[in-house]
Every structure is written in structure tokens, then in C-alpha cells.
């Protein structure tokens, strides 16, 4: 099937979800009119293996984040002097330009003067471009990626183990399964979809068993057989510490060992050290809890982990892998059905990402930079002349952000991915924007907290506009197939990149080299790819677009001769290194980089969030994913606020070395006491500050080069304000977001959130501000507010001020004056307002006012808000509360309720709170 349903005004396009690795296929429904063609819906494929027609809550919204165009950049800008505004020009004064400007620099600066920062969200298709690009005309191998941030220490430890990248494992392996470790991996929240999978299967099968790692009671965790709430980072010590028993209990593979592996005596040697007492006291667990979950390992029929972030981000990131691995090979636990180390990659095409070696220490298809044999191989697949490709390894993100802040690199072109929020330490990447010479920003949307330092901002199509394929975390390739045109002159991140290579190719003429980026098409550029692999332990030289076109989805290794893909990898025990054995290495525990002080006692874990996306230029468009997590918040354990006199709700300032920021406290036992956790979504666009990289450290792995994104040492205070704000207003609430957007770094703190109403039309919906301010808001920002939302006085504006105390409150109405709607408030206090709050719950849950409007002033306190478990049905948590204090378990909820019966990604929070003992 190509994709494409009937020629007729309504269409079905056959593509894959933009979000994470789990990599489901979607079904894109458009409709054509004298407008043009809009996505009108998105349904799960059932035919895509990953997820056979299911969808979590962020793939079921996709249709709703593509209807409007707000924000997206549209046009090229560009601007000839810092400080100056840029100016929309067309795409030939754009590209000429990047490619003068490139030139010159690499001209004066030589090749490792430019530099090249992308994401594991562009397809392997614009990846290889940019890539051929960076390492093949130009000669540098600044280019590293989002991925460092994010998978490279699990790339270093399969490369170190195996001898090649990527897991050995697949999805099937989650339905045989009989224990799952989930280590760092709040699957229920960022792989929703592969989660659903492993419900299934323990629901069909009872002795199935899980155990989570994490210091949190994530909702993963709270669903787990055991629970390992181990310290932030001790990782190491727990699997050496399961490893220890195993090994001394005699429940290894000793001829496996023998045969396949290398490196286990000195291992062994090192073990002795990490007795269950001794890891499990550096962990804060129990040792029985340790013990049992090294049975339960070591002795399943097939023991699967899935690890994610919580091992990834550290600076012993490359070890925590590695120590994993260890217990998978020690006990043969990998190469059959249900068994393996399977790392779940965050991004969709992080893995394409790594086939293309889009990253600043690989080349093509797993080739290694420092190896002479591979470059010279590349040289003659690309018809380079012997010697072009540089043997000095490129700058990874932490690194080529310091070389543009040190005048080392001078000029950066960023792709797809938004560092102003999402790297470590941001006001060291804004002053290394600042530095810069050149900055390129290609983004699909202008409204991020990095476009503002571009010199040039390339507009890119988005999901549902672009063409080419990305591999999911099972090695599987899938297209992605373009549904709609990009808006107005917004083009694909492919064409983009091709068109400058070629101006640049004219302007920097390489002597006997072919026309290098000689492609009409995507396909044509995964025809490259796929031959750069041919023979290598990726070999998916039997894949093409056609193919993936005519019998869907497929995994690698797919050689030319094959008739389909490999499912799993080493089933015979042979590695990819070259005498054929995986390595065992040494891998003592090492604490965090950051150690807690007085003046820093606390750990800040970060991660994610069920409903949003990184740095939300996406699922920050759709009300409906805010009512999960309507605001940002620093969550707590409540001993630890207690001692410092804090309450739930109010405002702290957290503070490390590097920065600080304002946020909400929420108070929870699901963090221990001495660490706090925050979400990694909230930033510029949405917040008075750029969120917790603020406060985050740059600290990296050795090998991997991944920072600790994970585990900065703060302090947490109360922040003190006289002046509180809640302003909300009804409309179109992308367009008043835009406009409010510029005063949130005004205040002390503020912050934006979406809400959907009950009811209300399509792109209808609230736009809350939150704000506070040490001493009075003033009156030009009171007045850019008011305008921003049309908030000012009038016919339909009620208002109350007390003049004397600075106090004002405004309710605007819309319908009759008996049956009145509220259309907008704002409230401005000395405390935030519990009455602002309730008419605020009462608007948006779309209730009429029967009394008269003036009352809305007086203080009738009315319900709080009800946060929102399921999205899909708009199910509160009140609603559920009371049906499980009346004896309703998840199956009754899900009848009575509807909650959780469409895409499930509330399942685990639905098991929780029926979990709750039934209160009188
Ligand atoms: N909803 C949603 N889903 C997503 C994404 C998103 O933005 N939103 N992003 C995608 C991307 S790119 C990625 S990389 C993945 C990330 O997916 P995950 O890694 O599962 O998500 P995180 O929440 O970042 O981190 C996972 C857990 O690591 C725990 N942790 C922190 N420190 C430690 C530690 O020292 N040891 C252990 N064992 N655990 C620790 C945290 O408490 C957290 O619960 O999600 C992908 N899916
Ligand atoms: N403290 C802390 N920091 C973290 C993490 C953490 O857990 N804690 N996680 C890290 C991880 S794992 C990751 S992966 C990163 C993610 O961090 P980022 O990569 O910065 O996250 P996104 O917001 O997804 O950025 C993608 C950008 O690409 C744009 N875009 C969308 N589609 C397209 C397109 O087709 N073409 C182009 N050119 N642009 C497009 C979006 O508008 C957005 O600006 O964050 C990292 N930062
Ligand atoms: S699990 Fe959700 S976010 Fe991930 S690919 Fe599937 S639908 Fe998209
Ligand atoms: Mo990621």
C-alpha cells in the first residue's frame, strides 16, 4: 500500500507517530477544500507491528496539535548585523546566503570553525544529507545531536559489550517475557504504547513479574512487583550487587561465559567487593530486596530489562549500561525469545540517527572515525579523494556549545531541536549563541527559546508534511509519508539541507570529487544509505523505499538476499566484535558528579511527564494535554517541606552553582526525602524562566560524553512575593499566548497553561496566566496584559478595586444577564486567591452563572480544581474517588466511567487510585 487511499476530498495517509521511539504507525485523515488540505484526524495503523492500531494520548492529539498554524515559522528570515530584527526574505537570498557566509568562515577558519547541532527527530533522510554534508564537503566532524543527550551512553556500552550498536532485542520480547526490569524507565509515561504491551501480557500471564529501579514511585514503579527506590545514581553498585549473589550463588552461565565472552575474570575479581549488604546500603534499600530481585532475574526463563534515561544521563551512564549488560550475559539472559538488555530509545528516529553516524565520534553505518580502514572505505563510497574525511573527532553537544562560547567554533547551524531549553546550564548556551558569529536555526516553529539568537531562521515542514522513513527502538524502518503541504514557504529539513549543500559544494569545489548530493528525492537518499551498509552488522542493504512502501514496516539487519529482517541479534552467541565475543568490563560504582552540601542539600532529579513533549512547541498547542499537568511544579516529600515550613502550592526559588528558578511547590511521597523532582517541559514560552536546565549541570560521561541531565545538587526556599495574579481568558488561546509570551520574564514568577473547556468549540479554549511580583505589577504591564487577553473594563468587563491596597479583580461575561457565562477574570492579591481559582474551575468546566454578577466578586468559595486522569473521556479524579470509596475497581471505573477505555494512557493512574483503600 503506497499510503494513499481514493482520490476524493477525504484522504487516508499511512505514516508514523512523531513522538517517541516506540515508533507507532498512524493513519492521517485529510480533507481537501478551496482552502487547501488539512489533517482533520490521526488514528492508530493496525497493521504497524509496534503497535497494532493503539495510540497513547500524545498520538491520539496529533491531529489537534497540526490544526493551527500559530507559531510555525513560515518564512525565511534572516538579519545582516546582531541586534538587528530579521527580515523575511525569499529562499534564494536565504540559502545563498548561509552557503556565502559558511564558505567564508571555513575559509578564514578552516572546517572545524562551523559546526552542525541536530536531532534524533529528523528522518535518516535529511540525517544523511547533513551528514554527508558536514563530514563529506566540508571535512569536519562537528556534528553531534540531541542524542548525545539522550541514548549515547547506551551506543558506548553496546559497542563496548557487543562490538556494535543497537539492541539484540525486540517487542515480541515483551509478550515472553517472564521478568522485566525496568531500570531509569518511567515506561507508563514515555512509552506508553509498549507499556499497554506489558500489561497485556502479565494480565495473561500471572507469573510474569516486574521490577522497577528508580528513586521514584513513578507509576511504573507503583504497578511493580518490587520496587527499588534506590538512591539517584547507585545503579552500579545494585547490579554489581545482583551479580555478587548470582555469581556466588552459582547462577551463572559458565560455558556460555567460557565460549562467548571475554574479560568475566577480572570482573569477578572486582565483584567481590559489592556484596548485596554492602550495594544494597550505597543504594538505601533493603538486601533482601536486592537478593530478590537478582533471582528473579537470574533464574527467569527469560529475563528482559528495558532501561531508558535513569541510566543514560549520568556521568557513569557508559557503566550503568554496562553493569546491566553484565547481568544479561553472566547468566545468558539475551539471544532468545523474552531475554536481553533493550535500551528504549526517547526520540523516533534516534536510531536512524546513529545508522547514518550523525554524531560527532561516528561515521556512516557504525564506521569509526578513528579507524583509517573506515574512512577510507567511506572515501570511496562517496568518491572522496583518499584523505578528505577528518580523523579528528568531532566536538560533542557540551563541548561544541563551549568551543562556540570560547570563539573556538564560530559558527553553528541548529536543526530540529530547541538547546536553549533542553541542554545543561542554559545561560551558558545563550551566552554561546551570543558569541557566536553565525547562527543557523531551522525549526518549524519561530516561537522557541532558541530562535531569538538565530542570525538566519529556515523554516521547516513538520509531521504529517515530510517524507522518508525513521527507525523505531526494535531496529524496525517505517515511512513517514507527508499527508499535507508545509504552511506558506516552509519547506522539508531534507530539501533545506540539500539545497545548501549544493550552493556550497559550487563554492567549495572539492578537486575530482562527483556531484555529491545528487538526490531528486528522499528515497534516493536512503538508496545511498542503505549501500553505505551493505556487508557491516546493520546491513539493511535489502531495504528501499518501495519495499517499505509494499510490504510495510521492516527490521535490520534485511541484507540485500533477505526475504525479511532479523528479529533478535547474537541468537547463537556470536558478537559483532571481531574474535566473535561480547566483553565483560570493570565497572566499579562512582557516586554522582555533583555531591549535596549545606548549601546544596538537596538532589534534583528531572525527567518527564505523561501528556507533554519536551520543550512543548507541540503538545504545548493542545488544551487537552495540560489537564494531566495543568502547571509546572517542584514536587517534594512532605517531611522534608515540612522542615522548612513549606506548603503545598506555594512559590519556592531553587538555586544551584549555575542559575536558579521559580516554581509551584507540590508535595509528594513519590520522591524520597532529599531529592526533589521536576519536570524537563516547562521553558521560555511558557514560563518566566527557561526551566530546570537553569539549574542543571554540564558535568559528562567519559566515554559517552552524555551529561548528568539527572542529578544537580540544589536548595530549595521559599520565594517570597506581595503580589499575586491569576488571569484567564477564553478565545483563541494559541493567539493570546503569543501575545502574553513576551511579559513572562517581567515577573518574579509567571507561567502560561492551556485548559479545554467542557464543551466548547473547536480551537476555543483557555489561556491562564499565573503570575507574582514582588512589589506592585506595574501599570504598563498590567495594561499590556489586559490588552493582550481584552481584559479591559467595560459593558461585558466587570471590575472591583480597591484603590487604597492596590487590589483589582475583573470578570468578563458573556450571554444573558440571568444565564451568564464567565468569559475571563483577573484576580491581583497580596495571597493567591482560592475565589479566583473557583470561578476559574466554574468557567472552565463551562457552567453557567445563575446568580447575579456582582456576587462573582464576593468570596462564595466554590470546588477546586479537579485534575484530569483521563484525557480522552475528560474523567476527573474527583469522579473516580468517589466511585472507588464507593467499592469500584478499574473494571468498574472503565464501565462506568468510561476512563481509560480509548487509548489507556491513564491505565496505570486508574490502578492507583483504585488502589487506594475504599474511605468511609
Ligand atoms: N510523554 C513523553 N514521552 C516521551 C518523551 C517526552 O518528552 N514526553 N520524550 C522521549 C524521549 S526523547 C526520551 S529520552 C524518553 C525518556 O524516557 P524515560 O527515561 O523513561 O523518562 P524520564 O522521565 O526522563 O526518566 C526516567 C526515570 O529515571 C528516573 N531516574 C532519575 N535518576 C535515576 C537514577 O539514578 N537511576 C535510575 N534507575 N533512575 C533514575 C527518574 O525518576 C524517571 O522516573 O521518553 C520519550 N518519551
Ligand atoms: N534536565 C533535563 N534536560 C533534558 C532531558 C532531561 O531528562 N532532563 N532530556 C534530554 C533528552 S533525552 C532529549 S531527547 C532532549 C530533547 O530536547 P530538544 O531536542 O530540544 O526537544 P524538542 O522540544 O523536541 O525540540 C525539537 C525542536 O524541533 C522542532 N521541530 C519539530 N518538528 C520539526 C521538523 O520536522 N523539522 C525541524 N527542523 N524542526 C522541527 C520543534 O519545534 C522543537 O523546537 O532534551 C534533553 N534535555
Ligand atoms: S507511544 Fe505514543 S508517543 Fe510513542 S509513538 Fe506511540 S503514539 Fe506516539
Ligand atoms: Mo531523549
Redesign the pocket.
Known amino acids: 500500500m503506497d499510503g494513499a487511499g481514493t482520490v476524493s476530498a477525504r484522504r487516508t495517509t499511512r505514516s508514523t507517530c512523531c513522538?517517541?521511539?516506540?515508533g507507532c504507525g498512524v493513519l492521517i485523515q485529510t480533507e481537501q477544500d478551496a482552502d487547501g488540505t488539512r489533517i482533520v484526524g490521526v488514528e492508530g495503523d493496525p497493521a504497524h507491528p509496534a503497535n497494532r492500531g493503539r495510540l497513547?494520548?500524545?498520538g491520539l492529539a496529533l491531529a489537534d496539535s497540526a490544526r493551527s498554524l500559530q507559531g510555525r515559522a513560515r518564512v525565511p528570515e534572516l538579519r545582516h548585523r546582531r541586534g538587528e530584527e530579521r527580515r523575511p526574505v525569499d529562499w534564494g537570498l536565504a540559502l545563498d546566503t548561509v552557503a556565502d557566509r559558511l564558505a567564508d568562515i571555513i575559509a578564514r577558519q578552516g572546517p572545524d570553525s562551523v559546526a552542525f547541532y541536530l536531532s534524533?527527530q529528523l528522518l535518516t533522510e535529511d540525517y544523511y544529507v547533513f551528514n554527508k554534508l558536514a563530514k563529506g564537503l566540508i571535512g569536519t566532524n562537528n556534528i553531534d545531536t540531541?542524542s548525545r543527550?539522550?541514548?549515547s551512553s547506551a551506543v558506548t556500552a553496546y559497542k563496548l559489550a557487543f562490538g556494535a550498536d543497537g539492541p539484540p532485542t525486540c517487542y515480541d520480547d515483551l509478550e515472553a517475557a517472564k521478568t522485566v526490569l525496568f531500570?531509569?524507565?518511567?515506561?507508563a509515561?514515555?512509552?506508553?504504547v509498549l507499556y499497554r504491551r506489558l500489561e497485556d501480557a502479565r494480565a495473561n500471564d500471572p507469573d510474569v513479574r516486574w521490577i522497577v529501579?528508580?528513586?521514584?514511585r513513578?507509576d511504573?514503579?507503583a504497578m511493580a512487583d518490587l520496587h527499588?527506590a534506590?538512591?539517584?545514581?547507585?545503579?552500579v553498585a545494585?547490579f554489581n550487587g545482583m551479580l555478587h549473589h548470582l555469581v556466588w550463588e552459582g547462577c551463572i552461565d559458565a560455558d556460555f561465559i567460557d565460549t562467548h565472552t571475554a574479560g568475566f575474570t577480572d570482573l569477578k575479581q572486582m565483584l567481590r567487593d559489592y556484596t548485596p549488604r554492602m550495594s544494597a546500603d550505597i543504594c538505601g534499600i533493603p538486601a533482601a530486596d536486592l537478593v530478590t530481585a537478582a533471582e528473579w532475574f537470574g533464574r527467569s526463563p527469560a529475563a528482559l530489562s528495558l532501561?531508558?534515561?535513569?541510566?543514560?544521563?549520568?556521568v557513569h551512564g557508559t557503566d550503568?549500561n554496562l553493569a546491566l549488560i553484565h547481568l544479561h550475559l553472566a547468566t545468558r539472559q539475551l539471544g532468545r525469545p523474552g531475554a536481553g538488555p533493550f535500551s528504549?530509545?526517547?526520540?523516533p528516529n534516534?536510531m536512524g540517527g546513529r545508522e547514518v553516524g550523525g554524531m560527532a565520534t561516528m561515521l556512516a553505518a557504525h564506521r569509526e572515525i578513528a579507524s583509517g580502514e573506515d574512512r577510507a572505505e567511506l572515501e570511496a563510497l562517496w568518491r572522496l579523494p583518499a584523505g578528505h574525511l577528518s580523523a579528528q573527532p568531532g566536538l560533542a553537544a557540551v563541548e561544541l556549545f563551549e568551543g562556540l562560547r570560547s570563539g573556538k567554533v564560530k559558527a553553528v547551524w541548529i536543526a530540529c531541536t530547541n538547546p536553549v531549553h533542553s541542554m545543561p546550564d542554559i545561560g551558558r548556551i545563550r551566552e554561546a549563541l551570543q558569541r557566536a558569529e553565525y547562527v543557523i536555526v531551522q525549526d518549524a516553529f519561530r516561537d522557541t527559546d532558541t530562535a531569538p539568537f538565530a542570525d538566519v531562521l529556515l523554516p521547516a515542514a513538520t509531521w504529517g508534511e515530510k517524507d522518508g522513513t525513521v527507525t523505531n527502538s526494535e531496529r524496525r524502518v517505517t515511512r513517514v509519508r507527508a499527508a499535507v503541504p508545509p504552511p506558506a514557504q516552509a519547506k522539508p529539513d531534507f530539501w533545506i539541507a540539500r539545497e545548501v549543500a549544493r550552493r556550497l559544494e559550487a563554492r567549495l569545489a572539492i578537486p575530482g570529487a562527483p556531484a555529491l548530493f545528487d538526490f531528486d528525492d528522499a528515497g534516493a537518499a536512503f538508496d545511498e544509505h542503505r549501500r553505505l551498509t551493505a556487508g557491516r552488522d546493520l546491513d539493511m542493504s535489502g531495504l528501499d523505499h518501495a519495499r517499505l512502501d509494499a510490504d510495510g514496516p521492516q527490521q535490520w539487519p534485511f541484507p540485500v538476499d533477505a526475504s525479511q529482517g532479523q528479529a533478535r541479534r547474537y541468537e547463537d552467541g556470536r558478537f559483532a566484535t571481531p574474535d566473535g565475543r561480547a566483553r565483560f568490563h570493570t565497572t566499579p560504582y562512582k557516586p554522582?558528579a555533583e555531591p549535596t552540601s549545606s548549601r546544596f542539600p538537596l538532589r534534583l532529579?528531572?525527567?518527564?511527564?505523561?501528556?507533554?513533549?519536551?520543550g512543548m512547541s507541540r503538545?504545548g498547542r493542545v488544551p487537552a494535554l495540560f489537564a494531566h499537568a495543568p502547571e509546572p511544579g517542584l514536587r517534594m516529600h512532605p517531611e522534608d517541606a515540612a522542615r522548612r515550613g513549606l506548603k503545598a502550592g506555594e512559590l519556592v526559588r531553587m538555586a544551584s552553582k549555575r542559575g536558579e528558578l521559580v516554581l509551584p511547590l507540590e508535595l509528594s511521597d513519590e520522591?524520597g526525602s532529599g531529592t526533589v523532582?521536576a519536570?524537563?517541559?516547562w521553558n521560555g514560552q511558557f514560563l518566566s524562566s527557561g526551566g530546570i536546565n537553569e539549574v542543571s549541570l554540564p558535568a559528562v560521561d567519559a566515554r559517552s560524553q552524555q551529561p548528568e541531565?539527572?542529578?544537580a545538587a540544589v536548595r530549595v526556599e521559599r520565594a517570597e512575593f506581595g503580589w499575586h495574579l491569576l488571569a484567564a481568558r477564553r478565545g483563541d488561546a494559541l493567539a493570546m499566548r503569543a501575545a502574553v509570551q513576551p511579559l513572562l520574564t517581567q515577573c518574579g514568577y509567571a507561567a502560561l497553561s492551556l485548559q479545554a473547556e467542557a464543551g466548547a468549540l473547536d480551537g476555543v479554549a483557555w489561556l491562564v496566566v499565573r503570575a507574582a511580583s514582588a512589589s506592585a505589577f506595574p501599570e504598563p504591564w498590567l495594561a499590556a496584559l489586559a490588552s493582550a487577553l481584552a481584559l479591559v473594563p467595560g459593558a461585558d468587563t466587570l471590575e472591583y478595586r480597591d484603590a487604597r491596597r492596590g487590589l483589582s479583580r475583573r470578570v468578563a461575561w458573556r450571554g444573558l444577564a440571568q444565564e451568564s457565562f464567565i468569559d475571563g477574570l483577573q484576580w491581583i492579591d497580596t495571597q493567591p486567591s482560592s475565589q479566583a481559582a473557583s470561578l476559574l474551575a466554574t468557567a472552565v468546566a463551562g457552567q453557567a452563572w445563575h446568580a447575579s454578577r456582582l456576587s462573582a466578586f464576593a468570596g462564595t468559595t466554590l470546588g477546586a480544581r479537579d485534575p484530569i486522569v483521563c484525557v480522552c473521556r475528560q474523567v476527573g479524579e474527583s469522579a473516580i474517588r468517589a466511585r472507588v470509596a464507593a467499592g469500584a475497581d478499574v473494571a468498574d471505573l472503565k464501565h462506568e466511567l468510561g476512563c481509560g477505555t480509548v487509548c489507556g494512557s491513564c491505565l496505570p493512574q486508574l490502578h492507583r487510585l483504585a488502589a487506594v483503600p475504599a474511605r468511609a
Open positions: 513522538y517517541c521511539g516506540v497513547c494520548s500524545k534524533g540531541n543527550l539522550c541514548m531500570a531509569g524507565s518511567n515506561t509515561y514515555a512509552h506508553p529501579v528508580d528513586p521514584r513513578t511504573t514503579a527499588l534506590i538512591q539517584p545514581g547507585t545503579d545494585l532501561y531508558c534515561m535513569g541510566l543514560n544521563q549520568s550503568k528504549l530509545t526517547g526520540q534516534a554522582v532529579l528531572t525527567g518527564r511527564l505523561r501528556d507533554q513533549w519536551h503538545t520522591v523532582f519536570a524537563m517541559h541531565l539527572k542529578h
